[in-house]
């Protein structure tokens, strides 16, 4: 049983604009009629957002690295072919199993804010809220990053090869050129940030001022020498040294929003090993990232309500189970608003989020028939918490995940991101940096109530990266999946865990059939999909039903009658690859 893991925190129930221009590129969803690519192998695979990420992880594993060197791999070709998403200069949740020690940890590369960060920092001189854009722009938004300190960590613990080594397959593309692809050159003609940026523009544009044109050759020669140099020195060689002079600097002097940034941050910076929270679905242990990510505690809650609804004895994906869901987020996404925050500085009452008798009475404000008027945070035990105002902070799209398995059996299960579309649009050395910053709460106070995750020195912002590993009931991996999406990443993974571990759904038509969420009040169902031939029926229950692009990004991989089953979301440029 899963009990034989080592390492667990929780184990219960044993018994605007640019944002649209990133979701409009997202194809027609067919509602299940594409499974976008499904691959199978025997010994190792990976699952990513592009072709060259996925194949690069793939070389790895064929070298005899394990899944913590093939994702490091695979990770820093996306920051060269996928710089919209993720990258160096910006974060990271990783979710690992070492089979060999039959355990379970969690790797927490969050950004931090600097030490002159100030409650209300993102605030007007007037006291106003400012607009989301707004706030991106410049160095204001730019966290200390701390991909690559995680990714250092969780090598010295479970690395097979050289550090160096790892860096080959990046360095040879940024040289040598790689093929511009549709989704990248879509979104840098419709991000505006990007346009107004004098770091990044003339990389990403021709001389006539247009987006670098669809199969066009682009070599990234800065990120290269950059590589270069933390292959050879580790992460010493990007926290310390000209690496950080320059983020500092660009960050420092930034003409629309300058930052605060400075060399001592960068000295401070730790990743950070959590414990997971996990819970028992249908037979399977489910487990994810805790605080300071809202992702796994929320999926969860998902899973541990409607199973407390017995969604998995419907219909699949009936105008009841979906009903069932929309709630069940609801409930969720309530909890999240107010509890869930960095846990350094808060006391997130993560326990009692999941905790038996506390969900059973969740489940109970949900009816079967119609959409409850009101859903308020909840009560759970062991609440200590002074922090009692909601948090509306919002979480853009543009993360990435990724799933390997090795031959060993040890997964990684990995979603990072540099937060909006190109991130702060600062690009230093070839890479861009983050705007993580803008997912803390602009008003630290809201209705005269204190949020939880509010601005501070050295904090982590929220997120909703949502990494997960599924065990069966041996304990054995059974299921890895993540998810880019914003916020929506929550929903995304659910959705997917629910098909496959309740209906035994295949991976392929569970990661490609049509997304459903509800953060408070709309119901969304995905343009394109099946879920639109219920729309009225969804309305007539009470639902606020709003159709909308809904771009996940899910790629997974499970264990098929003894053989690897990988697939991508078809919504993305997602690849799998292995042998």
């Excluded at 969740?362 to 009816?367: C, Q, T």
Aim: aromatic share 8%; hydrophobic share 40%; charged share 20%.
């Amino acid at each position: 049983m899963f009990r034989k893991l080592s390492v667990i925190w929780v184990l219960v129930g044993m018994c605007g604009a640019a944002l649209a221009a990133e979701e409009r590129l997202a194809p027609e969803p067919t509602g299940g009629s594409s499974v976008g690519m499904v691959t199978s192998a025997e010994r190792e695979l990976v699952a990513a957002a592009n072709p060259y990420a996925a194949r690069a992880g793939a070389r790895i594993l064929s070298d005899g690295g394990s899944a913590i060197d093939a994702a490091i791999a695979a990770q820093l070709v996306l920051n060269l072919v996928e710089p919209q998403s993720s990258g160096i200069g910006g974060g990271a949740f990783l979710l690992y199993f070492d089979a060999a020690a039959k355990s379970l940890v969690s790797y927490d590369g969050r950004e931090t804010a600097p030490a002159a960060a100030t409650p209300g920092m993102f605030l007007r001189a007037d006291g106003t809220v400012p607009g989301y854009i707004e706030a991106l722009e410049g160095g204001r938004g730019v966290g200390v990053p701390g991909l690559l300190r995680m990714l250092e960590m969780a090598h010295h613990a479970s690395g097979k090869l050289p550090w160096s080594q790892l860096f080959e397959p990046a360095v040879e593309l940024a040289d040598g050129g790689f093929t511009v692809s549709p989704r990248l050159n879509a979104l840098v003609s419709k991000v505006p940030t990007l346009a107004r940026s004098g770091s990044a523009a003339d990389y990403f544009f021709d001389d006539g001022g247009l987006a670098r044109m669809v199969g066009a050759q682009l070599m990234n020669k800065k990120f290269a020498k950059t590589l270069r140099i933390i292959s050879g020195s580790g992460s010493k060689g990007f926290y310390e040294g000209p690496i950080a002079s320059d983020i500092v600097a660009m960050v420092q002097n930034d003409p629309i929003n300058p930052g605060t940034l400075n060399l001592d941050d960068f000295a401070r910076y730790e990743a950070k090993r959590r414990l997971p929270v996990c819970l028992n679905y249908n037979g399977f242990d489910v487990c994810g990232v805790g605080p300071p990510s809202s992702g796994g505690l929320a999926v969860l809650q998902i899973l541990g309500l409607v199973e407390r609804l017995q969604i998995k004895d419907l219909q699949r994906w009936s105008p009841e189970a979906v009903h069932l869901f929309m709630e069940a987020s609801r409930i969720a996404f309530a909890d999240r608003n107010r509890y869930v925050a960095d846990p350094d500085f808060v006391d997130v009452p993560v326990t009692g989020l999941l905790d038996v008798t506390y969900l059973n009475g969740r489940a109970k404000l949900i009816d079967r028939t119609k959409v409850a008027l009101e859903v308020f945070p909840g009560s759970p035990p062991g609440l200590m918490s002074s922090f009692d105002g909601d948090d509306n902070s919002l979480e853009k799209v543009s993360t990435t995940h990724l799933s390997v398995v090795d031959r060993w059996g040890n997964v990684a299960s990995m979603t990072s991101s540099i937060e909006f579309a190109f991130g702060s649009a600062i690009m230093v050395r070839g890479f861009l940096l983050n705007n993580q910053l803008t997912d803390f709460s602009f008003n630290p106070i809201r209705d005269g109530k204190t949020v939880a995750n509010g601005v501070w020195p050295g904090k982590r912002p929220r997120s909703s990266m949502s990494p997960m590993i599924v065990f069966d009931s041996e304990g054995e991996p059974f299921f890895a999946i993540g998810s880019p999406g914003g916020s929506r990443i929550i929903c995304y993974v659910a959705k997917v865990l629910i098909d496959v571990l309740g209906w035994g759904t295949d991976i392929g038509a569970a990661i490609s059939s049509g997304n459903l969420c509800n953060r408070g009040t709309v119901s969304e169902i995905e343009s394109g999909s099946a879920f639109l031939e219920m729309k009225v029926l969804l309305e007539e229950m009470g639902h606020n039903v709003k159709v909308a692009d809904m771009n996940s990004g899910l790629h997974g991989i499970t264990r098929v009658e003894g053989k690897l089953v990988g697939a991508a979301d078809p919504r993305r440029e997602g690849y799998v690859s292995g042998r």
